[in-house]
């Protein structure tokens, strides 16, 4: 693996794939939804992000070399969820945030109820779009959607942020901070891999390696994101800095310590890279540059 992964160019390997998932985007979530609708939708979700999601589902795609209509559909489609979260997340009864993405919130721009309603639809509009009526076969839609659904509902994301609203201001020890965050942020994460992973031909055997890639990197992205928000200015953050630490919030570097969190953030990594190595994957070179940049991000 070591010798494809030199030979491996991230850069261009990712601007080709964001190219399709953009247009993809750009077609499947409707500009003329009624009352405004589609505008507060597209500006959640297009032309902004760093898009590691649908990354993370093609490169598992490309991997196992799976059907590629249905990972495009699925990395739409998690990126929509995703987008969803952000929206509902930054609304005032929640994290109340007013920027993202190094612009206005939708709830700034466009009003709460059109925000919420703009969240809504696009979580709607994430199992429309896996579930065409030609191209990808019955089976894989259902799938995919379970897989999504799963990581996305009480389990997964959003009983994650249940925990985190619920713990303000209230110690949390290490395991519990880990729970949080492995439904909170990593549970998405982790099905974006699965997801990419359920269109092709898979060994259980790299199944489980995939689901344990996919757990140490969603723990990983939380670690870095929680050292960034106290190390990070908005302005390179594209959103607000030091805002958990602002409103009482355990993190990482809270539990933990700034330079306990570096290091556990470079652990973390070195468990998906030994993750990969035992999936027995002809080539996993896009997924561990994925690994990489997640750790080596500064934004």
């Known amino acids: 693996m070591g010798g494809r992964i030199v030979s491996f160019h991230l850069g261009g390997w990712s601007a080709q794939r964001l190219a399709r998932v953009e247009e ?3 077609a499947w979530v409707p500009a003329d939804a009624p009352a405004g ?13 760093k898009r590691l999601r649908p990354l993370l589902v093609l490169a ?25 979260s952000l929206v509902h997340d930054d609304m005032p009864c929640m994290d109340n945030d007013v920027l993202r993405r190094g612009k206005p919130t939708v709830h700034v721009k466009f009003g709460e109820a059109q925000a919420m309603l703009a969240g809504d639809a696009m979580q709607a509009l994430a199992f429309e779009v896996l579930t065409p009526e030609h191209g990808v076969p019955a089976a894989l839609q259902a799938r995919l959607c379970s897989l999504l659904a799963r990581s996305a509902g009480h389990a ?10 619920a713990s303000v201001g209230q110690p949390l020890a290490e395991q519990q901070l880990r729970d949080m965050h492995r439904r909170k942020t990593g549970a998405l994460l982790q099905a974006s891999v699965l997801m990419g992973a359920a269109c092709g031909p898979v060994s259980h055997a ?3 390696a995939l689901a344990a890639y996919g757990d140490a ?15 990070s200015s908005a302005a390179e953050l594209g959103k607000a800095a030091v805002k958990d630490l602002d409103n009482n919030k355990p993190t990482y570097v809270s539990v933990l310590g700034l330079e306990r969190a570096r290091a556990h953030a470079l652990e ?5 890279h030994a993750a990969l190595a035992r999936s027995g994957l ?18």
């Open 24 to 26: 993809a985007l750009s």
């Open 37 to 49: 609708l589609g505008t507060a939708m597209r500006y959640a979700v297009l032309d902004g992000g």
């Open 60 to 84: 598992a795609c490309e991997a196992v070399q799976g059907h590629c209509e249905a990972s495009v559909r699925a990395a739409c489609a998690v990126e929509l969820i995703h987008a969803y």
């Open 156 to 165: 997964g994301m959003a009983g994650g942020q249940a925990i985190d609203l």
């Open 206 to 208: 790299a199944w489980s």
């Open 217 to 231: 990197l969603g723990l990983a992205f939380q670690v870095v994101d929680d050292i960034l928000d106290v190390t």
């Open 268 to 272: 973390l990594c070195a468990q998906a």
């Open 282 to 299: 002809a080539d996993s070179s896009a997924l561990a540059l994925l690994a990489d940049k997640v750790v080596q991000r500064d934004n």
